[in-house]
Every structure is written in structure tokens, then in C-alpha cells.
């Protein structure tokens, strides 16, 4: 299957971590986020938050329910990487930090969280 995605990939094993490169919204639908999944060759994946449609930050929109159910589906690990001090929603700000709680799906400020977060070693923090 040819994704068009690039990825620089971390790690060996079952600590292998795809981190998705490229500019611009790479993730608009919930048909991306699959291709993503499929193409990662790993089953933790790094994003940077302006590769995510800015309706995933939205929570009315019900694009991050979608694609994160996806991710839960497939158990995948992933980490969105940004910076979120823009972000006012009380809502997507408490989304956050439940999510980074949990570990599964984490929001932090570097690829270093990212990948450590990916690794169990805490999700670092939502900047902002």
C-alpha cells in the first residue's frame, strides 16, 4: 500500500517509534489517520500538531474522537508534539491531560517527550 507518508523511524524492536515527517495537515480525515497506522511500521507514532487538520483541536467537530478511537482500535501508542499554550478550550485543555494521564495518546513539547512518553517514561507536558 503506498501511503505517500515519510517517516524517520527510532528505536528497535518493540520500542520502535515512527516520527511522521513532512509539512503542512497530513491528518484531515479519519481515512489518513488509517493509512498512517498502516504505513508506520510501528505501533508508536509521532505527529507534530500542525500535521493534524485544525478541526482535530475542535473537539465539537468530533475529528480527534474518531481518529483517537482509531488509535485505541489498533493499539497504537502515539504522541502529538506542539506547542499548545494557544489552545483556551477548558475542554480540549482537560482532553490533554487526561490523555497524557493515561499514556496511550500523548500531548507534549518535543520529540524527546514524545518519545519518552512513547517508552512509559511519562508524557511529559502539554506546553502551555
Not at 513532512?22 to 497506522?37: F, K, P, R, S
Amino acid at each position: 500500500m503506498e501511503s505517500g507518508f515519510d517517516f524517520r523511524h527510532h528505536g528497535e524492536g518493540e520500542a520502535r517509534a515512527a516520527e511522521l515527517l513532512g509539512e503542512g495537515v497530513l491528518i484531515a480525515e479519519t481515512g489518513d489517520a488509517l493509512d498512517l497506522i498502516a504505513s508506520a511500521g510501528a505501533r508508536r507514532i509521532v505527529l507534530r500538531s500542525h500535521q493534524l487538520h485544525p478541526d482535530f483541536f475542535r473537539l465539537a467537530s468530533g475529528l480527534a474522537g474518531e481518529i483517537l478511537q482509531k488509535v485505541s482500535n489498533y493499539r497504537i501508542r502515539l504522541a502529538v508534539v506542539g506547542d499548545f499554550s494557544g489552545y483556551r478550550s477548558p475542554a480540549l485543555r482537560a482532553f490533554m491531560t487526561e490523555s497524557n494521564a493515561t499514556g496511550q495518546v500523548s500531548f507534549v513539547d518535543s520529540l524527546e517527550a514524545a518519545l519518552g512518553a512513547l517508552e512509559g517514561r511519562g508524557a511529559g507536558k502539554a506546553r502551555g
